[in-house]
């Protein structure tokens, strides 16, 4: 039997694309990730245009196929 395997999907539920903070306002993005048959073990935002990584939180595990929540606040 051949496994298939299903590509990562994830979304940024917040901000709003073009949203804006002010200057000092702590940033806290929030989506959702998903993988199919598989599980979501870690979600990673960049705030630099990918030259640094920093793991998000993720929320409890669902039911098989659903989606997770992670969040991430910048320092």
């Known amino acids: 039997m051949r496994t298939a395997f299903w590509p990562v999907k994830s979304i940024i539920?917040?901000?709003a694309p073009n949203g804006r903070i002010k200057m000092g306002q702590a940033?806290?993005?929030r989506g959702r990730a998903w993988v199919g048959e598989g599980s979501i073990d870690r979600v990673e935002i960049s705030t630099d245009e990918g030259r640094t990584w920093e793991?998000?939180?993720l929320g409890p595990r669902g039911d098989r196929y659903a989606w997770r929540r992670f969040e991430y606040?910048?320092?």
């Open 55 to 57: 793991r998000a939180t």
């Open 27 to 29: 940033l806290a993005v």
């Open 13 to 15: 539920t917040s901000p």
């Open 73 to 75: 606040a910048a320092p």
